[in-house]
């Protein structure tokens, strides 16, 4: 299929999935954040083993409303990747994306079956953190391809786009987006160990210390804070990098700037979060900003193109 045969209905259906893995996302963080995560009991997928459920407080409502909206938007990421794989059967670039879309969004949600049947103490919050990770490559995968989409359309994805981009790039690009998924599940085990006060309104430091015990909410608070520290700072280096050697390539520059005004807004955000006492909203728009940041960063992945293929001469 050619550029010019890129069907739009595909498109529109790309958006719409688009922002219902978003909503997905931000409910999956008001059930963490709400503590509503045993509200439909130890039953799964239905609501303490009914359909309906007799009574509906309010925690109940929030992770029902939580599962229905996951199935949703399982079924229209079933739909883009059937479609996807149907009409671009020789793009590896689509398969990959919207595959990758479905096996994370699947692995996702048969983990969160997990958490809500099996109990349990750390293993438990790990688990939790890894849901959410696998939530974000997900909607990141759903992301790219409806931006592939609409670049196949513009006819402007090419393998031209990766002239001139030495592996060292590359390498750079994907390392800080690896690294940034790392990042991300420290800050969701703050989220699931509740430790998004655990140094009280302090900071930078916690109280009267900078190294508290890892095995403390402190420690968790503290080491979620030296990495987005880290995060902030490599992505400086790598915005400047960009700005001094790859001028030429406006997707890249753009890229990288929004990088760094997004990860800047998350530091604030996290700060506001602390001071603000951990409030939902606070932390739905720190989730917001680290979600679109992780697309940025993955975006800038899918154009430098993989670590270990030769750019073109």
Not at 63 to 73: D, K, L
Not at 221 to 250: C, D, E, G, N, P
């Amino acid at each position: 299929m050619t550029a010019n045969q890129s069907p739009r209905w595909l498109r529109y259906l790309a958006i719409i999935t688009v922002i219902g893995t978003y909503t997905m996302l931000i409910m999956g963080a008001i059930v963490s954040k709400t503590e509503s995560g045993r509200g439909c009991g130890s039953s799964w997928p239905f609501c303490h083993g009914q359909l309906i459920p007799e009574t509906l407080p309010l925690e109940t409502v929030i992770e029902y409303s939580h599962r229905i909206v996951s199935g949703g938007v399982g079924f229209l990421i079933l739909l883009l990747t059937i479609f996807s794989w149907m009409l671009y059967k020789q793009n590896q670039k689509v398969k990959l994306l919207a595959g990758m879309s479905l096996f994370f969004v699947v692995l996702q949600g048969g983990l969160g079956a997990l958490t809500v049947v099996f109990r349990g103490g750390l293993e438990q919050k790990a688990a939790l953190a890894l849901h959410f990770g696998f939530s974000l490559i997900s909607f990141a995968s759903v992301v790219l391809l409806t931006i592939y989409l609409f670049q196949l359309a513009k006819n402007k994805a090419f393998d031209r786009d990766l002239v001139h981009i030495p592996s060292g790039l590359k390498v750079a690009t994907w390392g800080l987006t690896f690294y940034t998924y790392l990042v991300v599940y420290t800050g969701a085990l703050v989220r699931h160990a509740e430790a998004t006060m655990g140094c009280g309104y302090s900071f930078p430091a916690c109280g009267v210390t900078y190294f508290p015990n890892l095995s403390s909410i402190a420690g968790i608070q503290m080491l979620h804070r030296y990495a987005a520290i880290s995060l902030w700072l490599v992505t400086l280096w790598f915005l400047l990098v960009v700005i001094r050697k790859y001028m030429h390539r406006s997707d890249l520059v753009k890229g990288s700037i929004w990088a760094f005004v997004l990860i800047t807004l998350q530091a604030i955000s996290g700060i506001i979060t602390i001071q603000l006492d951990g409030q939902v909203m606070a932390a739905l728009v720190h989730t917001t900003i680290i979600s679109i940041y992780f697309c940025i960063l993955s975006y800038l992945c899918m154009q430098v193109g993989l670590p270990w293929r030769r750019s073109s001469k």
